[in-house]
């Protein structure tokens, strides 16, 4: 007597974590390429575009990389990159620091040296920041990392050149810091204001390492994050008015201001204008503090 077994359907094969890396690896690239326009990478206008950003071959122009290459970079194909092309993407594709690090890391690369001051930022922009003196005056992207600041920024907040330039972080340091907690005047609409735009933010980065090692540390950093985070509020963009403690010259009132890059772009200014001739005073001594 035989016994037939029925035939057991195969189960398909699950991706590896190479091939995992190699399509994040695809998305992220298409989504840097998207945001910026042919105008931002000096390249002249054309008309009306099909699609939003640059197109593969001029990204492929521009970092000096073959067309076809480049296409199956972004089509998840198993090829090899260095170092080299990929800090020419990079430039080219106009990534912040963290931004960098996320690429090296899906290309399987270890993590490139940061920079002081991103690559990223226009210089026109920086000069822009620097000029504001004293307005203090800082660059962040969407994730709320601080890419570059003024000094008189740096006065008014106190010790961001002692903290590693990945600590340098408004969630972290408003969250996890008890100088940037006691210096926040109305630190619970501050902190959930924050929170909210972090959250409506991660929509376009939930799967990124970096935003997702981010929020599981600052969960398990203060519970005053996690209370709000779990509360799911999300944020608009919004400018207002925001009081700041000084230690030496006290209560500082000014009015917070973004202004981004480009229509696409994820890195603005913010700057942080006196309201009043109280307020002006004091910004002018900090700046005169620099000084001595």
Known sequence: MTTSLEAVPAQPAQPTDHEIRRRELSSFLRSRRERISPEQAGLPATGRRRTPGLRREEVAQLAGVGVTWYTWLEQARDINVSEQVLAAIARTLRLDPYERVHLYTLAG?????????????????????????????????????????????????????????????????????????????????????????????????????????LVTRLRQESPDFERLWDQHDVRAPENFTKRYLHPEVGVLTLDYTQLWFGERSEIKLTTYTPVDEGTWAKVRLLQDMLER
């Open 109 to 213: 690369h270890p993590e490139p040296p940061m920079d002081r001051d991103c690559k990223a930022i226009p210089s026109a922009m920086l000069v822009m920041m620097r000029q504001l003196e004293p307005i203090p005056a800082a660059v962040i992207n969407t994730r709320f990392d601080l890419l570059a600041y003024n000094r008189t920024y740096e006065r008014m907040v106190g010790g961001l050149e002692h903290l590693p330039f990945e600590d340098r972080n408004q969630l972290l340091l408003v969250f996890t810091s008890p100088r940037w907690r006691a210096g926040t005047l109305d630190w619970e609409d501050a902190a959930a204001r924050l929170a909210g735009r972090f959250r409506a933010g991660m929509a376009a980065h939930a799967a990124e390492p970096g935003w997702k090692s």
